[in-house]
Nanobody, 123 residues
Framework: VHLVESGGGSVQTGGSLRLSCAASGFHSPKYCMVWFRQAPGKEREAVATINNGGLKQYGDFVKGRFTISEDNVQSTLYLQMNSLEPEDTAMYYC??????????????????WGQGTQVTVSS
């Protein structure tokens, strides 16, 4: 299984970014795919999850600003991020597990990880 994130970058407060995670070699009828993030000195935290049934969950801090989606034909996971704030600055990772439909928030529950893409939001 290979996960490759892209789409990170530097934006100003209020800006938008769309992260992508291209998945290959991952074939499971039940799954969870998740976006995590980790800021310097902080623990890795779940941003948003989506399962094989299309159920989406978001961290409380998202407050309607982000949208997780997937393109099963392209085997790609997305995270549309709007109204970005400096507090969103972090390395963003996509992760997956071949078990569903319940998607845990703990990073330790995920088998497959990408290398991460950096998001920097300046004030």
């Amino acid at each position: 299984v290979h996960l490759v994130e892209s789409g990170g970058g530097s934006v100003q407060t209020g800006g938008s970014l769309r992260l992508s995670c291209a998945a290959s070699g991952f074939h499971s009828p039940k799954y969870c795919m998740v976006w995590f993030r980790q800021a310097p000195g902080k623990e890795r935290e779940a941003v948003a999850t989506i399962n094989n049934g299309g159920l989406k969950q978001y961290g409380d801090f998202v407050k309607g600003r982000f949208t997780i989606s997937e393109d099963n034909v392209q085997s790609t996971l997305y995270l549309q991020m709007n109204s970005l704030e400096p507090e969103d600055t972090a390395m963003y990772y996509c992760a997956a597990r071949g078990v569903g439909p319940w998607c845990p928030w703990s990073p330790g529950m995920y088998n497959y990880w990408g290398q991460g893409t950096q998001v920097t939001v300046s004030s």
